[in-house]
């Protein structure tokens, strides 16, 4: 080949390598000026969606961002709000113990008021609190230190909406004007309540948040001091400053915000008369359902829930799950889970055996078939 062939041949493929380039070139800086478009006018950009496919519906989910403040005290910190900080509470976004007392445990904002009759001022003031950083969440959850939540089906369900718009989303219920505390602060005794209820945890959206910080001030609209049920309070203040409410049901028409636990969900209707949850009767917005079609395939939150049942709750949303074809087979080798016979009555020795790290060594003792079990012990256990 000669010189000449061979430069024009290189000449050629870096032309072809130039447009290429300059079309590339084109390309991203069109996309990042239309991501900065985006940003600029307040919607959400390409690069702040993901996609999730959905056999159902086909609806494009948004990410979301949640801040979770969760109200507690100084005495439950390693109890309660130890295991809500280790189990639900780590798939928050940013997450607070409102308290009463700094913990170097846990990560706390400390508010100065303690008691059920002083949570409607201390929901004030912790959101007062998160002023600075509040507007980089799309939405903020207020939950109890005895609530358990599962945060990707909350996530999921707000992804549906606009975080810019005043919203408000738990368990919907109705407080009555015939019930002394649902009565209006300012004396209108004539006046029903809808209202989230606190036990089930509720979320405002960006703009909910906005309108509470600017609005909980004017006590014409939201009643001022730290008295009062909070979560009727809060409600009253939200729909009175313009705020709309969400209904949490799913398509099917069940719940997935419950103020209850999950046992109680399921038998409602046969305990209605039980002294601490009869009061659903009574303030029930919605109809109750029981049994298997009382609670969502996709619920949220269930309240009132010891420590315990919250680590149960942990397990069995996150770890058990039935086996599936293709899914990885757990089981070892037969012949390494079969126990001898002769073995299962020498249970000193069982235990000792069944305890061996090593699997290769475990299972070339249980596969023996001539152990001297008198001998073992003589050696296993001679003091």
């Not at 005290?73 to 309660?80: G, I, K, N, S």
Request: glycine share 6%.
């Amino acid at each position: 080949m000669s010189i000449k062939i061979f430069i024009k041949r290189n000449t050629q493929w870096f032309r072809r390598r130039e447009i290429h380039f300059l079309f590339l070139m084109i390309f991203i800086l069109g996309l990042y000026g239309l991501v900065k478009y985006e940003n600029m006018v307040g919607r959400p950009s390409s690069s702040q969606l993901i996609f999730s496919h959905n056999i159902s519906t086909g609806i494009e989910h948004k990410q979301v961002r949640i801040l979770c403040l969760i109200t507690t005290e100084f005495e439950h910190h390693q109890t309660r709000a130890s295991v809500v900080n280790l189990t639900w509470a780590s798939r928050c976004d940013k997450v607070m113990f409102v308290t009463d007392l700094e913990d170097p445990s846990l990560p706390t904002m400390v508010v100065d008021l303690s008691g059920r009759d002083k949570l409607w001022g201390k929901t004030k003031m912790m959101f007062d609190k998160t002023a600075n950083y509040s507007m980089e969440f799309d939405w903020i959850l207020k939950a109890d230190h005895d609530t358990y939540i599962i945060m990707e089906n909350l996530k999921n369900l707000l992804s549906h909406y606009n975080a810019s718009q005043p919203l408000f989303a738990g368990a919907i219920y109705v407080c009555r004007s015939n019930v002394g505390e649902c009565r209006d602060f300012d004396g209108d005794a004539n006046t029903d309540e809808v209202y989230m209820t606190g036990g089930a945890g509720y979320v405002l959206s960006r703009e909910a948040v906005r309108l509470f910080l600017s609005g909980h001030d004017n006590p014409a609209k939201c009643r001022p001091g730290n008295s009062g049920p909070e979560d009727v309070e809060m409600s009253r203040c939200l729909q009175r400053l313009g705020a709309s409410f969400i209904d949490t049901r799913d398509k099917h028409g069940r719940n997935r915000f419950f103020h209850i636990s999950g046992e109680d969900a399921l038998s409602l209707s046969d305990n209605l008369d039980r002294p601490d949850i009869a009061w659903i009767s009574s303030y029930k917005l919605l109809p109750l359902l029981s049994g298997s079609e009382c609670c969502s395939h996709q619920a949220i939150s269930f309240h009132h829930l010891k420590t315990d049942q919250m680590k149960l709750m942990e397990y069995m949303v996150y770890n058990l799950k039935p086996h599936l074809p293709g899914d990885e087979d757990l089981s070892p080798p037969t012949d390494e889970a079969i126990i001898p016979n002769s073995m299962l009555v020498h249970t000193d020795i069982l235990e000792i055996v069944m305890n061996i790290r090593n699997d290769s060594l475990r299972k070339a003792i249980l596969m023996k078939e001539d152990i001297d079990f008198k001998k073992a012990a003589q050696i296993l256990f001679k003091e």
